[in-house]
């Protein structure tokens, strides 16, 4: 008899962006980081893993199509640290039963766009790993378990932990303090509200993984943010999200957005995240905040042109009106059949 279970976890979106790795089989970061993670109720990937011992082989599907297990390290190194972990549990303690032999299935689907720049890897690898330690009883911390989830993609550690939170670069070589943390739960300021603009849904064409490699190599205006900037706004974000203060959340977001993007034109080849769009919000966000006397809204944009808008509460409905009266809805919205079932993908 197998065992078998299912969670979900959130996507998060970082205000102070990560974007250089120092060690890339480890997936170490060049600077530390800060994120929100988003509702359960809203970008979420939902992920069913199974052990049993008749699997010969790990298998796994991907919004119900099967991707190659052996050839994706990042996977296997995820699965691997689990196993360990169990390995050594079962050796210290002959009762338990001899669960990191047997083989794993995974089914994991995401309720938006995979890849396109909306943390997919981060909600998933998350979930992943959360989803296999309840499985294996693995006796982690949430932050102990961000590890795990580092192996399969950097932003992913911040996915484990609800709330405001940090990914602290770390100092050594096997990255054991390479960890997150969190900053503040999501009830300390549950006035701060996300709105998710979806400029593109396609597949990105730079991944981050090449992106951020080029970007080490070639990128100056990188080094400088990584021994000269990221330090110091990392203090001043904690500051401001402990007081509540949404003009110094926000100011830091659109710089620190912008920064990374600059990064990106810096890097050679140059990569190119944002469009047409992705600038028009930005005229958008800018203006309305020098009209008003007191800052409104914060845009920020990860590897891909969708915003993501943070606001107090107060202000949402007047920013989700000035977005529609500019980008008027292009396509007919889905159907509340397709909101009732978003796992249409699910595998049988
Ligand atoms: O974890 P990755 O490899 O998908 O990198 C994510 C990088 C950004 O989303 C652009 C920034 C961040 O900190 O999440």
Request: proline share 6%; hydrophobic share 40%; aromatic share 8%.
């Amino acid at each position: 008899m197998g065992r078998q279970m299912t969670c979900t976890a959130p996507v998060n979106i970082a205000v102070i962006k990560y974007w250089g790795k120092r060690d890339p089989t480890l997936i170490l970061p060049t600077n530390s980081s800060l994120s929100v993670t988003l509702s359960q109720d809203d970008l979420h990937s939902r992920t069913t893993v199974s052990i049993a011992p008749e699997y010969d082989q790990d298998r796994m599907w991907l919004n119900g199509i099967e991707c190659p297990v052996s050839s994706n390290i990042r996977l296997v190194n995820c699965l691997q640290a689990a196993r360990e972990q169990r390995k050594a549990m079962e050796a210290a303690d002959s009762s338990l039963p001899s669960w990191s032999t047997w083989g794993i299935r995974i089914a994991s689907v995401n309720n938006f766009p995979t890849a396109a720049g909306l943390a997919s890897s981060a909600s998933g690898y998350a979930c992943l790993v959360y989803t296999l330690a309840q499985v294996l009883e693995l006796p982690l911390t949430p932050s102990q378990l961000s590890r795990y989830a580092r192996l399969g993609s950097g932003s992913a550690c911040r996915s484990i932990l609800g709330g405001f939170v940090g990914w602290e670069m770390g100092k050594l070589a096997n990255g054991e303090d390479s960890l997150a943390y969190q900053v503040a739960p999501e009830t300390h300021w549950s006035e701060l509200e996300a709105l998710i603009l979806v400029v593109n849904d396609a597949k990105k064409d730079t991944s981050s993984t090449v992106g951020m490699q080029t970007t080490v190599k070639t990128s100056t205006l990188a080094q400088h943010r990584f021994a000269s900037v990221v330090a110091e706004r990392m203090q001043q974000m904690e500051q401001a999200i402990q007081d509540r203060n949404f003009e110094q959340f926000a100011k830091i977001t659109m710089q620190d957005s912008n920064q990374f993007h600059a990064i990106c034109l810096d890097t050679y080849p140059p990569i190119f995240y944002l469009n047409d769009t992705s600038r028009t919000i930005i005229r958008i966000v800018t203006t309305i905040n020098e009209l008003c006397p007191e800052i409104q809204a914060a845009y920020t944009f990860d590897a891909g042109p969708n915003a993501v808008i943070y606001a107090p509460k107060q202000h949402m409905p007047r920013l989700i009106q000035l977005f529609t009266y500019f980008f008027p809805a292009a396509h007919p919205l889905p159907s509340e059949e397709f909101f009732n079932d978003p796992y249409h993908c699910v595998p049988t």
